[in-house]
T-cell receptor, first 112, second 113 residues
Framework: ELKVEQNPLFLSMQEGKNYTIYCNYSTTSDRLYWYRQDPGKSLESLFVLLSNGAVKQEGRLMASLDTKARLSTLHITAAVHDLSATYFCAVDGQGGSEKLVFGKGTKLTVNP | DTEVTQTPKHLVMGMTNKKSLKCEQHMGHRAMYWYKQKAKKPPELMFVYSYEKLSINESVPSRFSPECPNSSLLNLHLHALQPEDSALYLC????????????FGPGTRLTVL
């Protein structure tokens, strides 16, 4: 059974600081997705990582994928309050499944 | 049009009511999904439709009944729900069933009294 683990689950950081969220998964997958969810809102697609070594950046967020280590990272640079949200990583289900398997999410709070 | 729409935004229903949630996309996507999300949890997959056919049912109770009238529309019919069914119901679509970047609608906040 495919498992996706995120850590930390809760992250409180100060504005201007850097931090990394980690997403580990248990079986081979070449595709990984990062989503953002604001309180009471839906999920917004942030990044799609389609191959080993993929790196994507948008503003203060940068995501990378190492399929050999089964690890993706979401790096936050010089955090600002607007980045406060819950971030989910998700991996394609096994065997060409149509399913996404989500991590539990990381709740990020950026304090002034 | 690059969005998924859902109606209603909020729904309050009694345990004996029958109601429906609606989802629409005009991106030409061929896969559509229903998720249930409880507070502080990741979305839980309920159903997947691929090319208008039900391809995945995650052992969802029969009080939830999905329907895909055409490639742009997805409904979720609700009947005799329980209070524990109160949650955010999210619809999503993707270009195809095996290309899983899913685009989510705004959700319907369901409260069962």
């Amino acid at each position: 059974e495919l498992k996706v683990e995120q850590n930390p689950l809760f992250l409180s950081m100060q504005e201007g600081k850097n931090y990394t969220i980690y997403c580990n998964y248990s079986t081979t997958s070449d595709r990984l997705y990062w989503y953002r969810q604001d309180p009471g809102k839906s999920l917004e697609s942030l990044f799609v990582l389609l191959s080993n070594g993929a790196v994507k950046q948008e503003g203060r967020l940068m995501a990378s994928l190492d399929t050999k280590a089964r690890l993706s990272t979401l790096h936050i640079t010089a955090a600002v309050h607007d980045l406060s949200a819950t971030y989910f990583c998700a991996v394609d289900g096994q065997g060409g499944s149509e399913k996404l398997v989500f991590g539990k999410g990381t709740k990020l709070t950026v304090n002034p | 049009d690059t969005e998924v729409t859902q109606t209603p935004k909020h729904l309050v229903m009694g345990m004996t009511n029958k109601k429906s949630l609606k989802c629409e996309q005009h991106m030409g996507h061929r896969a559509m999904y229903w998720y249930k999300q409880k507070a502080k949890k990741p979305p839980e997959l309920m159903f997947v439709y691929s090319y208008e056919k039900l391809s995945i049912n995650e052992s969802v109770p029969s009080r939830f009944s999905p329907e895909c009238p055409n490639s742009s529309l997805l409904n979720l019919h609700l009947h005799a729900l329980q209070p524990e069914d109160s949650a955010l119901y999210l619809c999503a679509s993707s270009p195809g069933p095996y290309y899983n970047e899913q685009f989510f609608g705004p959700g319907t906040r369901l409260t069962v009294l």
